[in-house]
Nanobody
């Protein structure tokens, strides 16, 4: 059974930091791009960041560039999202996802990702 389990969310003041983790199990994703998406109340789920197999490339949505960093540790089957300088507009449920294909550049469309976690809530107060 494939599982992606996120953790690390919580309540933080604007300007603060959080680090999200996503632990995978049930199969290896070493050859797949891994990504973080988020969904704010009343909004569609949106792409945040992705990292390719072997950490070769990363991609970010414009609103988080320079503040968020995605990374992966395949030895630990874990993907991270370091979030700094958080803003109230970063408030959302954050989801980890695995690309359905292998060995390709980061993609941003939701339907390109096959496996999803249950999400972790991030709330940034002003």
């Amino acid at each position: 059974q494939v599982q992606l389990v996120e953790s690390g969310g919580g309540l933080v003041q604007a300007g603060g930091s959080l680090r999200l983790s996503c632990v995978t199990s049930g199969r290896t994703f070493r050859t797949n791009t891994m990504a973080w998406f988020r969904q704010a109340p009343g909004k569609e789920r949106e792409f945040v960041a992705a990292v390719t197999w072997g950490s070769g490339r990363t991609r970010y949505t414009d609103s988080v560039k320079g503040r968020f960093t995605i990374s992966r540790d395949d030895a630990k089957n874990t993907v991270y999202l370091q979030m700094n300088s958080l803003k109230p507009e970063d408030t959302a449920v954050y989801y980890c996802a695995a690309d359905r294909l292998y060995f390709r550049d980061p993609v941003t469309r939701l339907d390109e990702y096959e496996y999803w976690g249950q999400g972790t809530q991030v709330t940034v107060s002003s």
